[in-house]
């Protein structure tokens, strides 16, 4: 099975929930920097950073009652911004247990969901694994 | 406020709750909403939060996410400074000041000092007390 999966340079197995910290905003900003500078980026999610990426997020947060008329991109329309931006050479992953005992499904398109147990060939695929966070 | 005109006293310990995700909606937004419909509260900032009322300017928190420039991140400064307008009551543990205060003008000027030198605000002349 490894195999089947591309190889990348460095995954980001963001493990942390979202909301509590800049992990999430970091996890961005490193994969950006990554990118820019040529490198494949594996994204994982898990636990409730599976959420990140969830469908019923839409394309904008709910709306600002004291700045109605704009419209501030959700996390999910940011992921597609990335996936868009950087098509070949990043991949995001997704935890199936944790998107679904969280209540994550279904992601937008292009979220490759993968069953926990695989996570070890995932960090086979790659030169260099980073954890943020734990679940 | 209450009949009795007393105000409720907000304490926010935990700064750095999220940024990309977050935007407008950090816990400033709610306290500005309370503040606004209770006619006036206190908020009694303490640990990494007491940075929230630093008086300096910084540069307006930006970063890209693909080819998006995203400029809508939480800035808790300048929530500070409308919290002010707006006719909250800003106040800053000195303990937890110490541990980052350069000099007398880090810390804004409408902003109380609560500590060992200078009294803390009092719970029980709040309607109610809360941990935001």
């Not at chain 1, 700045?67 to 996936?83: D, H, I, K, R, V």
């Not at chain 2, 541990?99 to 500590?115: I, N």
């Amino acid at each position: 099975m490894a195999q089947q999966l591309s190889r990348g340079d460095v995954l980001l197995a963001v493990m942390g929930p979202p909301h509590i910290s800049d992990m999430v905003t970091s996890a961005v900003r490193l994969a950006q920097a990554l990118l820019e500078r040529g490198a494949t980026v594996h994204i994982w999610t898990c636990g409730h950073a599976t959420g990140l990426t969830s469908a019923a997020l839409g394309e904008a947060k709910p709306r600002n009652v004291v700045n109605w008329s704009y419209e501030y991109p959700s996390s999910a329309a940011l992921a597609t911004e990335l996936l868009d931006t950087f098509p070949d050479r990043l991949t995001w992953y997704s935890c199936r247990f944790c998107t679904e005992e969280r209540g994550s499904a279904p992601h937008i398109a292009r979220i490759r969901q993968r069953p926990p147990f695989k996570f070890t060939e995932h960090l086979d695929a790659v030169d260099t694994a980073l954890f943020l966070g734990v679940c | 406020m209450s009949e009795d005109g007393r105000r409720r006293l907000l304490i926010i310990e935990r700064a750095y709750r999220g940024a990309l995700e977050t935007q407008f909606a950090d816990v400033l937004y709610l306290a500005r909403e309370l503040n606004r419909q209770q006619g006036g509260t206190d908020i009694l900032l303490r640990g990494l939060a007491v940075t929230y009322a630093a008086a300096g300017s910084r540069p307006a928190p930006v970063m890209v996410a693909g080819s998006r420039k995203i400029d809508t991140l939480p800035d808790p400064r300048e929530s500070v400074r409308t919290l002010i307008e707006e006719g909250a009551v800003i106040w800053a543990e000195e303990d937890d000041l110490a541990m980052f205060e350069t000099g007398p003008d880090w810390l804004l000027p409408a902003v109380r000092r609560g500590g060992p030198a200078d009294p803390l605000p009092d719970w029980s002349a709040y309607r109610g007390v809360y941990f935001l």
